[in-house]
Nanobody, 123 residues
């Protein structure tokens, strides 16, 4: 069982930055690929970014490429999402998720989820 706890959400003006963090429980964090997803009101949960076991490979949704950066620290059991140049359309609840070994961008294929953290970008 893996427990994930997100933090770092909040209200920011368009063009600003936020850094989300996700802390994972357990001693096997390095065996899980990690992903960030988001869900806006009335919309389906969508992929934002994912990172491989070692952190050597990262993947991004086209909508955030060049603005968001995912990273992980296996020694601290954490994964982060640095969000720059935020836009109004980035407003959503952001979730981190983990999946054993295999990296995927499909939310249905992730095993564990955090409770989410709200990001609100004012225009």
């Amino acid at each position: 069982q893996v427990q994930l706890v997100e933090s770092g959400g909040g209200l920011v003006q368009a063009g600003g930055s936020l850094r989300l963090s996700c802390a994972a429980s357990g001693r096997t964090f390095s065996t899980y690929t990690m992903g960030w997803f988001r869900q806006a009101p009335g919309k389906e949960r969508e992929f934002v970014a994912a990172i491989s076991l070692s952190g050597s490979s990262t993947y991004y949704a086209d909508s955030v490429k060049g603005r968001f950066t995912i990273s992980r620290d296996n020694a601290k059991n954490t994964v982060a999402l640095q969000m720059n140049s935020l836009k109004f359309e980035d407003t959503a609840v952001y979730y981190c998720a983990s999946r054993k070994f295999i990296l995927t961008m499909k939310p249905d294929e992730y095993d564990y989820w955090g409770q989410g953290t709200q990001v609100t970008v004012s225009s």
